[in-house]
């Protein structure tokens, strides 16, 4: 069974920084776009950004030049490095890939809490 598993994240001041990693496992034959989305209390869900196979990325307009999405697909993990982090900023952070397993589906990692506040 494919799983995602996150980690990283937490609690820091404005302007301070955290990394997102997410590592992909199981029977897995192919990953496509890896990504990252966020969820603040009483928002709808976000994309923050995303990766294909070949590094091609793409950014929210809000996090662009701030944050930096990363995959290693000898790994099968993709990573998020954020900085120069902002109070709305603050939400739980998914993330996401479409994994040809048995059959092609997105998978999601369980989520996890970055807070910004001073």
């Known amino acids: 069974q494919v799983h995602l598993v996150q980690s990283g994240g937490g609690l820091t001041q404005p302007g301070g920084s955290l990394r997102l990693s997410c590592a992909a496992s199981g029977p897995i034959f192919g990953i496509s776009i890896m990504g990252w989305y966020r969820q603040a209390p009483g928002k709808a869900r976000e994309l923050v950004a995303t990766i294909t196979t070949g590094d091609s990325t793409n950014y929210a307009d809000s996090v662009k030049g701030r944050f930096t999405i990363a995959r290693d697909n000898a790994r099968n993990t993709v990573s998020l490095q954020m900085n120069s982090l902002k109070p709305e900023d603050t939400a739980v952070y998914y993330c996401?890939?479409?994994?040809?397993?048995?059959?092609?589906?997105?998978?999601w990692g369980q989520g996890t809490q970055v807070t910004v506040s001073s």
């Open positions: 996401y890939a479409h994994i040809s397993s048995q059959i092609l589906q997105t998978y």
